[in-house]
């Protein structure tokens, strides 16, 4: 079993950067594919990005409003903690921004997910 915990959300002006980190604890960090997923008010969670275990492969969303070429998941499995890196951020952005574990399929798929954080709030102003 992992828990995992988001920081490094905010509010911030449209154009802007964040980066949120998700510190894991418990089982071995190196031993899960990751991925950050979102969920803005009213609307279903939806991912964002994905990465393998040894972070050598990333996959990110691509739906209209998309995040690739913005947004950067990366990993540093000797601090055990993952992490993105989002710049360009736009007010469609605005959601609470969760991290997740182990997914049991399709890692596009939320409900497959076995480990997920608390959530963190990253709020983009116009």
């Known amino acids: 079993q992992v828990q995992l915990v988001e920081s490094g959300g905010g509010l911030v002006q449209a154009g802007g950067s964040l980066r949120l980190s998700c510190a894991a604890s418990?089982?071995?960090?190196?031993?899960?594919?990751m991925a950050w997923f979102r969920q803005a008010p009213g609307n279903k969670r939806q991912f964002v990005a994905y990465?393998?275990?040894?972070?050598?492969?990333?996959?990110?969303?691509d739906y209209a409003n998309s995040v690739k070429g913005r947004f950067t998941i990366a990993r540093d499995n000797a601090k055990n903690t993952l992490y993105l890196q989002m710049n360009s951020l736009k007010p469609e952005d605005t959601a609470v921004y969760y991290c997740?574990?182990?997914?049991?399929?399709?890692?596009?798929?939320?409900?497959?997910?076995?480990?997920w954080g608390q959530g963190t709030q990253v709020t983009v102003s116009s």
């Open positions: 990465i393998t275990r040894t972070g050598e492969l990333t996959y990110y969303a």
């Open positions: 997740a574990a182990n997914p049991r399929g399709d890692y596009r798929e939320d409900g497959l997910y076995d480990y």
């Open positions: 418990g089982r071995t960090f190196s031993g899960y594919r």
